[in-house]
């Protein structure tokens, strides 16, 4: 093989497709993960979220938790598992003052169940308004 008969143009192009799957698609497979924001403490994985009933979870709607609260699960809707095997869960909690929060719930859930309608749950502040531990009972 001569250098010089080398079509330049399709080698960088195989070059540049195998460094974007070295490098690229390793970095593209971990953008599911949620981002957890200073001074929130989250699973070691979050294919461990739920290990002892405990999930590390944003509020997605509703107001902000300042104290811990009890609460009832209304709802758990699109558990369909991604392409990682993780299910984004969202929750409806009815906290005990009457206030309404919904979760997002990442987790495995061939580790670990989902929250279920009519599950009794404690929430708790994580470190950030937005983010709570629901531990289940």
Same mark, same amino acid.
């Given at each position: ?53 405990? +999930?590390?979870?944003?509020? *997605? ?10 609460? #009832? /699960?209304? !709802? ?39 929250? +279920?309608?009519?599950?009794? *749950? ?10 709570? #531990? /629901?531990? !289940?009972?």
């Amino acid at each position: 093989m001569n250098l010089y008969n080398i079509d330049w143009k399709k080698f960088l192009t195989v070059i540049i497709i195998l460094v974007f799957f070295i490098i690229g698609l390793p970095l593209f497979a971990q953008a599911w993960a949620p981002k957890l924001p200073k001074g929130v403490h989250g699973p070691i994985s979050w294919y461990m979220n739920g290990e002892a009933g405990r +999930y590390f979870v944003p509020i *997605v709607r509703g107001s902000k938790l300042l104290d811990p609260a009890t609460g #009832i /699960v209304r !709802t758990d809707s699109n558990c369909k598992p991604d392409s990682q095997g993780l299910s984004h869960c969202y929750n409806e909690i009815e906290l005990q003052s009457g206030k309404i929060i919904t979760i997002q719930n990442t987790h495995k859930m061939s580790n670990f169940h989902c929250l +279920y309608p009519g599950e009794h *749950v404690n929430v708790q502040p994580d470190g950030s308004s937005s983010w709570v #531990i /629901v531990q !289940t009972n």
